[in-house]
Nanobody, 123 residues
Framework: QVQLVESGGGLVQAGGSLRLSCAASRSIFSFNDMGWYRQAPGMQRELVASITSSGITYVADSVAGRFSISRDNAKNTVYLQMNSLKPEDTAVYYC?????????????????GGQGTQVTVSS
């Protein structure tokens, strides 16, 4: 099994910045697309940004121009850089892999998502 662990959340004032990290326990980025999602209380989980195995990125309209996604293949880590944060960005942020399994050395492994990281933006 491959584990994903999110980190980097915290409390920040509006207008501030945070960088979230999602560390994978194995090298999966050549096989898997990766995405950052968020879920605010009482709301559905929504896709914030994604990066394909070939490096194509996407960011949701709600965060375009403020958030960016990147990855470091050597560190098996995907990042979400969040600038100009707003109170409405407050949520638990999760990273996920697509598909939810990967292939390493000809063997398939399930990917276990993390617990998420809390981001709170104060006004």
């Amino acid at each position: 099994q491959v584990q994903l662990v999110e980190s980097g959340g915290g409390l920040v004032q509006a207008g501030g910045s945070l960088r979230l990290s999602c560390a994978a326990s194995r090298s999966i980025f050549s096989f898997n697309d990766m995405g950052w999602y968020r879920q605010a209380p009482g709301m559905q989980r929504e896709l914030v940004a994604s990066i394909t195995s070939s490096g194509i990125t996407y960011v949701a309209d709600s965060v375009a121009g403020r958030f960016s996604i990147s990855r470091d293949n050597a560190k098996n880590t995907v990042y979400l850089q969040m600038n100009s944060l707003k109170p409405e960005d407050t949520a638990v942020y999760y990273c996920n892999a697509d598909p939810t399994y990967t292939m390493l050395g000809g063997t398939y492994y399930a990917i276990q998502g993390g617990q998420g990281t809390q981001v709170t933006v104060s006004s």
